[in-house]
């Protein structure tokens, strides 16, 4: 079966780094779109960032030029490099995969922005 298993989160202080990961089995990552998500408390679930199979990258306008997605289809991991973190950025963030017209997640890690 399908499993993300995502590694990376933590407190940061405002204008900090992280850098989250998440490691997929039980698919052919590299055939199919990889992303990111969060979900802060009392809202609801949204795209940070997305990496299709081609390597076509979106991201969410709030983290643009910020936030970089990358995939390593030899390691089956998706990474995201979380630059000039904010407070707003505070929220479990998942990894998603979409196979064959499903979405996959993870466990969620915590990303706190907090000084």
């Known amino acids: 079966q399908v499993q993300l298993v995502e590694s990376g989160g933590g407190l940061v202080q405002p204008g900090g780094s992280l850098r989250l990961s998440c490691g997929a089995s039980g698919i052919m990552f590299s055939m199919y779109r990889m992303g990111w998500y969060r979900q802060a408390p009392g809202k609801q679930r949204e795209l940070v960032a997305s990496i299709t199979s081609g390597k076509t990258i979106n991201y969410a306008d709030s983290v643009k030029d910020r936030f970089t997605i990358s995939r390593d289809n030899a390691k089956n991991t998706v990474a995201l490099q979380m630059n000039s973190l904010k407070p707003e950025d505070t929220a479990v963030y998942y990894c998603?995969?979409?196979?064959?017209?499903?979405?996959?997640w993870g466990q969620g890690t915590q990303v706190t922005v907090s000084s």
């Open positions: 998603n995969a979409y196979v064959s017209y499903a979405d996959y």
